[in-house]
């Protein structure tokens, strides 16, 4: 089993920015992609970024190109991470970390996941 545990959200104007912490543990060797998602009050979840744990390669959603970036920690700290800048309120909602074995954009695709931290962006 892995274990995920997000941080990092809270309140921030709109324009503004944020990094959030995925933390991995347990059995992470069996990795292979990390992601993360969004759920707005109302919404399904939506697919937001993903990395590949060995390699880097990135994929994002078109609302947040250009303005999110992933990246992994590569100090042996399991931690991935997402760098939110250029915040809009839409970007407003709970985002889950998740890990999995498949590339795929899709929540099922994905096995393990945090407990989620919230992100409000204010206009």
């Known amino acids: 089993q892995v274990q995920l545990v997000e941080s990092g959200g809270g309140l921030v104007q709109a324009g503004g920015s944020l990094r959030l912490s995925c933390a991995a543990s347990?059995?992470?060797?069996?990795?292979?992609?990390v992601a993360w998602f969004r759920q707005a009050p109302g919404k399904n979840r939506e697919f937001v970024s993903r990395i590949v744990w060995y390699g880097g390669s990135t994929s994002y959603a078109d609302s947040v190109k250009g303005r999110f970036t992933i990246s992994r920690d590569n100090a042996g700290k399991n931690t991935v991470y997402l760098q939110m800048n250029s915040l809009k309120p839409e970007d407003t909602a709970v985002y889950y970390c998740?890990?999995?074995?498949?590339?795929?954009?899709?929540?099922?695709?994905?096995?393990?996941w945090g407990q989620g931290t919230q992100v409000t962006v204010s206009s």
């Open positions: 347990g059995r992470t060797l069996g990795i292979v992609f």
């Open positions: 998740a890990s999995g074995r498949v590339n795929s954009n899709l929540r099922e695709a994905y096995n393990s």
